[in-house]
């Protein structure tokens, strides 16, 4: 068993669970719908990929094997009951680093609700407390307003730009890196984000 996975993490109308396979239509017909708004934002491979395209089933399969390997936790995001996006917790490294990379995706119908602020503190939580981690980051395009909107709600510590990091359409693309260590939020992410709002 693989500490802190599989879980459901539960505020509010928020809820992390589980990716599944019969997450397929609705997750097909929202990244569809919202190509615009997230394809600028999308990792692409810089080694040409020959053939068709993996199936959901593959990709949720793939994530699957990472999560019980414990170096992947693949969330989807629920509100109210419907599946809205995805939090992907990746990049988990234990020893003496204890660390790992939180990336996300929203529909734009929900983006300025606080859906996503709320999804990464509790994912945040469940990763100091459930897998002892000692470190979160989120990597971010300096381009991609949304995205820094939420580091900059929740308080993360903006540790400045990795050059050329990461391949997204085509091309290599500095992020700034975003991140927080277990000693930043005693009281927790997600009990600062709740005293941030009703504040």
């Not at 589980?18 to 609705?26: A, G, I, N, S």
């Not at 491979?45 to 395209?53: A, D, E, F, L």
């Not at 809205?84 to 929203?106: E, K, N």
């Amino acid at each position: 068993m693989v500490p802190g996975w599989p879980a459901v993490l539960v505020e509010g109308d928020v809820r992390l669970r589980p990716l599944r396979r019969r997450d397929q239509d609705t997750w097909m017909a929202l990244r569809a719908q919202n190509a615009a708004w997230l394809e600028p934002w999308d990792a692409t491979s810089p080694v040409p990929v020959t053939g068709p395209r993996p199936s959901f089933g593959t990709f949720v399969r793939t994530l699957s094997a990472q999560a019980r390997a414990g170096v992947t936790l693949p969330f989807a995001i629920d509100h109210a009951g419907r599946l809205v996006g995805q939090l992907t917790v990746s990049s988990i490294v234990y020893g003496s680093l204890r660390s790992a990379a939180i990336g996300y995706w929203v529909s734009e119908h929900v983006a300025g609700l606080g859906i996503t602020p709320t999804a990464v503190a509790l994912a945040t939580d469940h990763c100091f407390d459930a897998l002892g981690l000692h470190r979160v980051e989120i990597n971010i395009r300096p381009e991609n307003g949304p995205s820094l909107r939420v580091v900059e709600k929740l308080g993360f510590r903006d540790e400045g730009v990795r050059e050329k990091y990461l391949h997204i359409q085509d091309r290599w693309c500095d992020h700034r890196t975003f991140a927080l260590t277990v000693e930043d939020v005693p009281e927790g992410l997600l009990s600062r984000w709740r005293s941030r709002t009703v504040g």
